[in-house]
């Protein structure tokens, strides 16, 4: 059974950092690609950044340059770093892999950035 567990999230001040984690399993993680999306209260799902299977990473032109994304395929984990975080970065996030034509979602993480 394929499952992805988030975890990681919290309130933090702007300015600050938190690192995301997804626990992957059912599935050989270290083949696939992986991504982050989140979603605001009242706007869409959108995609935040991915990583591929072979280790290349992409982001959203929001969070290039503060947030990285890893993987560690003995763990089979995939890691969001975030720094300099905004206001507007306030969302669930949520691990996804695309996996038989079907996608996966972790359960997702509330990251709160406010003062």
């Known amino acids: 059974q394929v499952q992805l567990v988030d975890s990681g999230g919290g309130l933090v001040q702007p300015g600050g950092s938190l690192r995301l984690s997804c626990a992957a399993s059912?599935?050989?993680?270290?083949?696939?690609?992986m991504r982050w999306y989140r979603q605001a209260p009242g706007k869409e799902r959108e995609l935040v950044a991915a990583?591929?299977?072979?280790?290349?990473?992409r982001y959203a032109d929001s969070v290039a340059g503060r947030f990285t994304v890893s993987r560690d395929n003995t763990k089979n984990m995939v890691s969001l770093q975030m720094n300099s975080l905004k206001p507007e970065d306030t969302a669930v996030y949520y691990c996804n892999t695309n996996l038989q034509f079907k996608q996966w979602w972790g359960q997702g993480t509330q990251v709160t950035v406010s003062s």
């Open positions: 990583i591929s299977a072979g280790g290349s990473t």
């Open positions: 059912g599935f050989s993680f270290s083949s696939y690609d």
